[in-house]
């Protein structure tokens, strides 16, 4: 069911601050998950062995060295926080282990002597978007009853959305750059469908998915109550309609008989 998702959870996803001055500059923006590894998708062409390989990172344009590669191996780290953290993977590209969210920004590869190669990167550090949680919405005290209002709630990071959806359609979204729970309402007809709230961020999702008879129990008390009684109404009109049709009846036979006599 998330793949039916999928599509929407890649389009509903924002850039802010100084990823939008990347992609205005041509850097190649990226994204890492907090707590995972991480490895720059760059490759040296025609890399010569005596040559260094250095990678900077800071603000855009940082001249600030953290790492020198040589001969496909770490020579030195030049940055306490990327102690321990740093290691050179298959390819020969850099790779951090244990992103933090400090690691984001800009980063910048040079390789000198011999070799003419710049590319600069500017990385994203996302936390994984925590499960949202839905409840019965109460407001002032006062519960619904005619209609069951859900709310969804999650804690709120970089770039999270929040969405209602049913049978695979949103039917409600909200998303905030601000770092404070966000809350989404959703008004059901206590209807025994699947209602599923999703919460998003650029690298991913958490689902939960609900009936609204669930937490509105009487909402389906109501809704059987409305039933009955419509069905109440149709058999009281059908019961009624056949008593007008038979005393019509009687009455028509009634009165053929009456004109028979006085005919005689």
Not at 118 to 140: D, G, I, Q
Request: proline residues 4%; glycine residues 6%.
């Amino acid at each position: 069911m998330q793949s039916r998702w999928s599509g929407v959870f890649l389009l509903c996803t924002f850039l802010y601050g100084p990823e939008t001055s990347a992609a205005q500059s041509g850097v190649q923006q990226l994204k890492g998950v907090e707590g995972g590894r991480f490895t720059f998708p760059v490759d040296i062409p025609n890399l010569r062995p005596e040559s260094d390989v250095i990678w900077k990172h800071g603000s855009e344009n940082p001249e600030w060295s953290i790492a020198r590669i040589h001969g496909g191996k770490i020579e030195a780290v030049y940055d306490d926080t990327f102690k321990s953290r740093l290691q050179v993977d298959s390819s020969g590209s850099l790779q951090i282990n244990n992103l933090e969210s400090e690691d984001a920004g800009f980063y910048q590869v040079d390789v000198a002597p011999g070799v003419s190669f710049k590319r600069m990167f500017y990385l994203s550090v996302y936390k994984t978007v925590s499960a949202p949680e839905v409840k019965r919405f109460n407001e002032s005290g006062k519960l619904f009853i005619r209609a069951c209002v859900l709310q969804c709630s999650v804690d709120n990071d970089k770039d999270v959305s929040l969405y209602w959806l049913r049978d695979g359609l949103v039917l409600n979204q909200l998303s905030s750059p601000q770092e404070k729970p966000l809350e989404l309402l959703q008004e059901t007809q206590g209807d025994d469908v699947n209602y599923t709230c999703v919460a998003s961020n650029s690298v991913s999702n958490q689902t939960i998915s609900v009936t609204p008879f669930a937490y509105c129990p009487e909402s389906k008390l109501h809704t059987e109550l409305i039933l009955r009684v419509l069905v109440f109404i149709v058999l009281t009109g059908v019961v009624i309609a056949v008593c007008v049709w038979v005393w019509r009846k009687r009455n028509a036979q009634d009165g053929c008989k009456q004109r028979l006599r006085s005919g005689a």
